[in-house]
Protein backbone atom coordinates (compact mmCIF):
# COMPACT_ATOMS: atom_id res chain seq x y z
CA UNK A 1 0.00 0.00 0.00
CA UNK A 2 1.78 3.25 -0.65
CA UNK A 3 1.53 6.69 0.52
CA UNK A 4 -1.74 7.87 -1.14
CA UNK A 5 -3.66 4.72 -0.56
CA UNK A 6 -2.26 4.92 3.10
CA UNK A 7 -3.94 7.92 4.02
CA UNK A 8 -7.12 7.51 2.00
CA UNK A 9 -7.77 4.34 4.77
CA UNK A 10 -6.51 5.87 7.69
CA UNK A 11 -9.00 9.31 6.72
CA UNK A 12 -11.98 6.75 5.82
CA UNK A 13 -11.43 4.68 9.59
CA UNK A 14 -11.11 8.36 11.10
CA UNK A 15 -14.07 8.80 13.77
CA UNK A 16 -12.59 12.41 14.53
CA UNK A 17 -9.63 14.33 12.35
CA UNK A 18 -7.64 16.93 14.08
CA UNK A 19 -6.19 19.31 11.31
CA UNK A 20 -2.90 20.89 12.36
CA UNK A 21 -2.05 23.49 9.37
CA UNK A 22 1.12 25.59 9.06
CA UNK A 23 2.74 28.68 6.46
CA UNK A 24 3.95 25.10 4.08
CA UNK A 25 0.01 24.44 3.09
CA UNK A 26 -0.52 28.19 2.02
CA UNK A 27 2.75 28.46 -0.24
CA UNK A 28 1.57 24.97 -1.81
CA UNK A 29 -1.87 26.81 -2.44
CA UNK A 30 0.24 29.72 -3.97
CA UNK A 31 0.74 31.77 -1.35
CA UNK A 32 4.18 32.43 -1.48
CA UNK A 33 6.42 35.07 -0.03
CA UNK A 34 9.15 34.68 -2.56
CA UNK A 35 9.81 35.12 -6.15
CA UNK A 36 7.57 35.87 -8.50
CA UNK A 37 4.62 36.89 -6.14
CA UNK A 38 6.80 39.18 -4.20
CA UNK A 39 8.41 41.02 -6.94
CA UNK A 40 5.60 41.52 -8.60
CA UNK A 41 3.63 43.37 -5.63
CA UNK A 42 6.57 44.92 -3.70
CA UNK A 43 8.79 45.91 -6.79
CA UNK A 44 9.57 49.63 -5.34
CA UNK A 45 9.92 48.91 -2.04
CA UNK A 46 12.05 45.91 -2.57
CA UNK A 47 14.28 48.80 -5.18
CA UNK A 48 14.29 51.08 -1.78
CA UNK A 49 14.55 49.10 1.36
CA UNK A 50 16.28 45.84 -0.51
CA UNK A 51 13.59 43.41 0.94
CA UNK A 52 14.32 39.80 -0.45
CA UNK A 53 11.13 38.20 0.50
CA UNK A 54 7.82 39.10 2.57
CA UNK A 55 8.53 36.98 5.82
CA UNK A 56 11.44 39.21 6.52
CA UNK A 57 10.02 42.13 4.86
CA UNK A 58 7.31 42.47 7.93
CA UNK A 59 10.40 42.50 10.48
CA UNK A 60 12.40 45.55 8.47
CA UNK A 61 12.95 48.70 11.22
CA UNK A 62 10.87 51.62 9.14
CA UNK A 63 11.61 55.14 10.92
CA UNK A 64 8.06 56.65 10.41
CA UNK A 65 4.60 55.27 10.34
CA UNK A 66 3.90 56.35 7.16
CA UNK A 67 6.60 54.13 5.90
CA UNK A 68 5.16 50.88 7.86
CA UNK A 69 2.28 51.08 6.83
CA UNK A 70 2.91 51.47 3.40
CA UNK A 71 4.28 48.45 3.01
CA UNK A 72 1.88 46.37 5.76
CA UNK A 73 -1.21 47.90 3.43
CA UNK A 74 0.06 46.02 0.78
CA UNK A 75 1.16 42.75 2.56
CA UNK A 76 -2.01 42.55 3.92
CA UNK A 77 -3.69 43.33 0.84
CA UNK A 78 -2.40 40.44 -1.05
CA UNK A 79 -2.75 38.12 1.69
CA UNK A 80 -5.81 38.70 2.77
CA UNK A 81 -8.01 40.62 0.67
CA UNK A 82 -6.85 39.98 -2.76
CA UNK A 83 -7.31 35.92 -3.31
CA UNK A 84 -10.00 33.55 -3.24
CA UNK A 85 -9.42 30.21 -2.01
CA UNK A 86 -6.75 28.09 -2.22
CA UNK A 87 -7.39 24.71 -4.40
CA UNK A 88 -5.46 22.46 -1.83
CA UNK A 89 -7.69 23.96 0.79
CA UNK A 90 -10.83 23.45 -1.19
CA UNK A 91 -9.26 19.74 -1.78
CA UNK A 92 -8.61 19.71 1.79
CA UNK A 93 -12.44 20.57 3.02
CA UNK A 94 -13.53 18.02 0.41
CA UNK A 95 -11.77 15.02 2.20
CA UNK A 96 -13.53 16.23 6.01
CA UNK A 97 -16.32 17.65 5.04
CA UNK A 98 -18.89 15.16 5.75
CA UNK A 99 -16.43 14.47 9.10
CA UNK A 100 -15.72 15.25 12.68
CA UNK A 101 -12.96 17.56 12.12
CA UNK A 102 -11.69 20.47 13.66
CA UNK A 103 -8.54 23.04 12.58
CA UNK A 104 -5.81 24.21 14.65
CA UNK A 105 -3.40 26.34 12.21
CA UNK A 106 -0.58 29.28 12.82
CA UNK A 107 -2.09 30.62 9.43
CA UNK A 108 -3.07 33.94 9.36
CA UNK A 109 -4.80 34.43 6.22
CA UNK A 110 -8.05 33.70 6.30
CA UNK A 111 -7.78 31.04 3.85
CA UNK A 112 -9.79 27.97 5.92
CA UNK A 113 -12.46 30.74 6.16
CA UNK A 114 -12.46 31.52 2.16
CA UNK A 115 -12.48 27.76 1.43
CA UNK A 116 -15.69 27.25 3.54
CA UNK A 117 -14.49 25.36 6.64
CA UNK A 118 -17.12 25.60 9.35
CA UNK A 119 -15.79 29.01 11.67
CA UNK A 120 -16.77 27.34 14.74
CA UNK A 121 -14.68 24.11 14.11
CA UNK A 122 -11.51 26.69 13.19
CA UNK A 123 -8.48 28.16 15.74
CA UNK A 124 -6.44 30.63 14.53
CA UNK A 125 -3.81 30.82 17.19
CA UNK A 126 -1.30 33.33 15.79
CA UNK A 127 -3.63 35.92 15.09
CA UNK A 128 -5.26 37.62 11.36
CA UNK A 129 -4.01 39.90 9.29
CA UNK A 130 -7.53 41.33 8.70
CA UNK A 131 -7.38 42.95 12.22
CA UNK A 132 -5.94 45.60 13.98
CA UNK A 133 -5.00 45.91 17.45
CA UNK A 134 -3.22 48.39 20.23
CA UNK A 135 0.25 48.07 19.66
CA UNK A 136 1.00 48.17 23.36
CA UNK A 137 -2.45 46.29 23.66
CA UNK A 138 -4.10 48.82 26.43
CA UNK A 139 -7.57 46.77 25.77
CA UNK A 140 -8.55 43.15 24.25
CA UNK A 141 -10.12 44.37 21.29
CA UNK A 142 -9.12 43.76 17.49
CA UNK A 143 -10.92 46.17 14.88
CA UNK A 144 -11.54 44.83 10.66
CA UNK A 145 -9.05 46.36 8.90
CA UNK A 146 -10.44 46.28 5.41
CA UNK A 147 -11.71 49.81 4.94
CA UNK A 148 -8.61 51.17 5.90
CA UNK A 149 -5.95 48.78 4.26
CA UNK A 150 -7.42 49.35 0.72
CA UNK A 151 -7.58 53.36 1.80
CA UNK A 152 -3.69 53.16 2.70
CA UNK A 153 -3.07 51.07 -0.55
CA UNK A 154 -5.24 53.41 -3.00
CA UNK A 155 -3.57 56.63 -1.41
CA UNK A 156 -0.07 55.05 -1.08
CA UNK A 157 2.64 57.38 -3.03
CA UNK A 158 6.40 56.49 -3.13
CA UNK A 159 5.92 54.03 -0.62
CA UNK A 160 4.39 56.58 1.85
CA UNK A 161 0.84 56.70 3.18
CA UNK A 162 -0.93 60.25 3.88
CA UNK A 163 -0.05 60.97 7.57
CA UNK A 164 -4.19 61.05 8.20
CA UNK A 165 -4.40 57.28 7.00
CA UNK A 166 -1.81 55.90 10.15
CA UNK A 167 -4.07 53.48 12.66
CA UNK A 168 -4.16 54.82 15.85
CA UNK A 169 -6.01 53.51 18.88
CA UNK A 170 -9.25 54.67 19.71
CA UNK A 171 -8.86 53.90 23.62
CA UNK A 172 -5.11 55.15 24.37
CA UNK A 173 -4.62 57.74 21.04
CA UNK A 174 -1.00 55.29 20.54
CA UNK A 175 -0.20 53.45 17.88
CA UNK A 176 -1.77 49.93 16.47
CA UNK A 177 -0.48 47.02 15.14
CA UNK A 178 -1.42 44.18 12.56
CA UNK A 179 -2.79 40.70 15.05
CA UNK A 180 -0.31 39.02 14.49
CA UNK A 181 1.81 36.89 17.44
CA UNK A 182 5.37 38.14 17.63
CA UNK A 183 5.41 39.82 20.89
CA UNK A 184 3.87 40.31 24.59
CA UNK A 185 1.47 42.46 23.37
CA UNK A 186 -0.41 40.39 21.16
CA UNK A 187 -4.40 40.38 21.69
CA UNK A 188 -6.46 37.51 22.39
CA UNK A 189 -9.76 38.61 22.73
CA UNK A 190 -13.18 37.00 23.42
CA UNK A 191 -13.29 35.12 20.21
CA UNK A 192 -9.57 33.89 20.74
CA UNK A 193 -10.21 32.42 23.84
CA UNK A 194 -14.02 30.75 22.84
CA UNK A 195 -11.61 29.16 19.81
CA UNK A 196 -9.33 27.63 21.91
CA UNK A 197 -11.98 26.40 24.61
CA UNK A 198 -14.19 24.26 21.63
CA UNK A 199 -10.55 23.15 20.37
CA UNK A 200 -9.79 21.66 23.86
CA UNK A 201 -13.48 20.00 24.22
CA UNK A 202 -12.76 18.07 20.93
CA UNK A 203 -9.78 16.88 21.90
CA UNK A 204 -11.39 15.38 25.69
CA UNK A 205 -14.57 14.12 23.61
CA UNK A 206 -12.83 12.22 20.88
CA UNK A 207 -10.00 10.76 22.80
CA UNK A 208 -11.19 7.58 23.14
CA UNK A 209 -12.04 7.32 19.43
CA UNK A 210 -10.17 6.67 16.00
CA UNK A 211 -8.33 9.89 15.95
CA UNK A 212 -6.58 11.32 13.06
CA UNK A 213 -3.95 14.04 13.58
CA UNK A 214 -3.56 15.42 10.19
CA UNK A 215 -0.39 17.67 9.97
CA UNK A 216 -0.20 19.91 6.41
CA UNK A 217 2.91 22.39 5.85
CA UNK A 218 4.16 22.39 9.55
CA UNK A 219 7.99 23.13 10.32
CA UNK A 220 10.14 23.89 13.03
CA UNK A 221 9.19 27.73 13.33
CA UNK A 222 6.42 26.92 16.32
CA UNK A 223 6.43 23.15 16.61
CA UNK A 224 4.75 23.64 20.28
CA UNK A 225 1.62 24.74 19.05
CA UNK A 226 0.68 21.49 16.48
CA UNK A 227 3.23 19.41 15.98
CA UNK A 228 5.04 18.38 19.34
CA UNK A 229 1.30 18.25 20.91
CA UNK A 230 0.17 16.06 18.14
CA UNK A 231 3.16 14.17 18.61
CA UNK A 232 2.62 13.60 22.16
CA UNK A 233 -1.33 12.88 21.59
CA UNK A 234 -0.79 10.08 19.39
CA UNK A 235 1.49 8.56 21.63
CA UNK A 236 -0.95 8.85 24.07
CA UNK A 237 -4.10 7.70 22.76
CA UNK A 238 -3.93 3.97 22.00
CA UNK A 239 -6.66 4.99 19.12
CA UNK A 240 -4.70 7.37 17.57
CA UNK A 241 -2.94 7.67 14.33
CA UNK A 242 -0.87 10.78 12.36
CA UNK A 243 -0.61 11.93 9.36
CA UNK A 244 2.40 14.51 8.43
CA UNK A 245 2.67 15.90 5.03
CA UNK A 246 5.54 18.52 4.46
CA UNK A 247 7.67 19.25 1.72
CA UNK A 248 11.52 18.41 3.10
CA UNK A 249 9.93 18.36 6.99
CA UNK A 250 7.93 14.81 6.88
CA UNK A 251 8.91 12.89 9.86
CA UNK A 252 7.99 11.50 13.26
CA UNK A 253 9.70 10.06 16.80
CA UNK A 254 10.63 5.93 16.64
CA UNK A 255 7.83 5.88 19.68
CA UNK A 256 4.80 6.33 16.89
CA UNK A 257 6.37 5.20 13.68
CA UNK A 258 3.66 2.73 13.81
CA UNK A 259 1.35 4.88 13.75
CA UNK A 260 2.56 7.41 11.75
CA UNK A 261 2.60 8.18 7.72
CA UNK A 262 5.10 10.52 6.80
CA UNK A 263 4.77 12.23 3.13
CA UNK A 264 7.96 14.30 1.78
CA UNK A 265 6.13 16.28 -1.09
CA UNK A 266 4.04 18.86 -2.55
CA UNK A 267 1.14 19.42 -0.68
CA UNK A 268 -1.10 20.83 -3.14
CA UNK A 269 -0.32 17.16 -5.39
CA UNK A 270 -0.95 14.47 -2.50
CA UNK A 271 -4.52 16.33 -1.67
CA UNK A 272 -5.64 16.48 -5.42
CA UNK A 273 -4.64 12.77 -5.69
CA UNK A 274 -6.33 11.83 -2.74
CA UNK A 275 -9.36 13.80 -3.32
CA UNK A 276 -9.79 12.68 -6.79
CA UNK A 277 -9.35 8.90 -6.07
Not at 28 to 47: D, K, L, V
Not at 88 to 113: G, M
Not at 222 to 251: E, H, S
Request: proline share 3%.
Amino acid sequence: MNGIESMIEQLAQAQAVVIGAGSGLSAAAGFTYTGERFTRHFSEFIERYHMTDMYSAGFYPFQTQEEKWAYWSRHIYYNRYDQDAGKAYLDLLNLVRDKNYFVITTNVDHQFWLAGFQPERIFATQGDYGKFQCARACHEKLYDNEAQVRAMLALQRNCRIPEELVPRCPVCGGNMEVNLRCDQYFVEDEAWHEAEARYEVFLAENQEKRVLFLELGVGMNTPVIIKYPFWQMTRKLDRAFYICVNRGQAWAPEEISERSLCMDGDIAEILNEVRAQ
